[in-house]
């Protein structure tokens, strides 16, 4: 088996979303709607509430999760080490299976551009 490719997977991924967007208009418009609301700035950043999103991913072992909190976290601006102490904390969390997807994750944050420092 070859190594993942985050950028195919969160392409494949959008693709679908669309035809859902199209096709139940209603329950995807509510997604937006909760997604938007929990990441937003407020008493927590959405820099961290990003990095919690990578954690969870990590801890639930979801590819596309973690493909599409990655991108937005190289988007805000975090560091390698920001993004490597997160997989840390998920790891701690969540043990063996967390230390497989924590490597998954670097190599999305690689695939998709990530910052090397």
């Known amino acids: 088996m070859g190594e993942k490719s985050y950028p195919d997977i969160t392409k494949e991924i959008s693709a679908g979303a669309k035809i859902l967007r199209k096709d139940i208009p209603d329950v995807m418009a509510g997604f937006s709607a909760m997604a938007a609301a929990a990441s937003r700035d407020g008493a927590l950043d959405k820099k961290t509430k990003e990095l919690m999103a990578l954690a969870i991913a990590v801890a639930i072992h979801c590819d596309g999760c973690i493909g599409f909190h990655t991108e937005a ?24 299976p ?16 990530g910052p090397q420092s």
């Open 98 to 113: 967390s230390l497989m997807y924590s490597a998954n994750a670097v190599a999305a944050w690689d695939q998709l551009g």
């Open 73 to 96: 976290l190289i988007k805000l601006g975090v560091t390698r080490a920001e993004f490597q102490e997160t997989l840390g904390m998920a790891i701690y969390m969540g043990g063996g």
